[in-house]
C-alpha cells in the first residue's frame, strides 16, 4: 500500500447522495449530537484514528472541507479496517458547531452500537442506498 493514493473506495457510504444527505444534514449531526452526549463519539482526527485502530469505530463521518493530509490518514486506516465511512455535506466549523466543540472538527467516529442505525433510518427514509452491496448495517 506505499504511495498508493486513496481517493474513493469501497469503504464509503452514500458517494452518490450528497443532496439526500443535504436534506437530511440536520437529523444525522443531531444525531451524532445525541451519541456525543450518551459517551459514543469519538471527535477529530486523533481519536478518530485511535477508535479505528482499537476497532471501536463503528462509522466514521468526515466534514467535506478536511485537509487533504488527513484525509489521506484517515481514508488510508479506513481502508485497512474496512471501517465504513460517510463525508458530510458540511464544513468543519459547522461540525464542530453542531457537537459543542469550538474550533474545527475534522472527523468523528461512532463508537457504541446503535446510533448508525439511526442515520441509517434517515437515509432509508430518503430512499437512498447504503452501499454498493445495499448492506444496512455496519459490521
Known sequence: MKNEKITVSENLLYSDAQEKLKKNLERILGALGL????????????????AIARK???????????????????????YASETKYIILPCSMEMLAK???????TSSAALTKPGFEKIIFKYMADA????????????Q
Open 56 to 78: 471501536k469505530a463503528r462509522i466514521v463521518f468526515l466534514a467535506e472541507n478536511i485537509s487533504k493530509n488527513s484525509k489521506e490518514k484517515l481514508l488510508s486506516k479506513l
Open 98 to 104: 453542531r457537537l459543542g466543540k469550538s474550533g474545527l
Open 35 to 50: 451519541a456525543m452526549n450518551a459517551g459514543g463519539l469519538a471527535v477529530g482526527s486523533e481519536s478518530v484514528c485511535m
Open 127 to 138: 430512499d437512498t442506498v447504503k452501499s454498493k452491496d445495499h448492506t444496512t448495517e455496519v
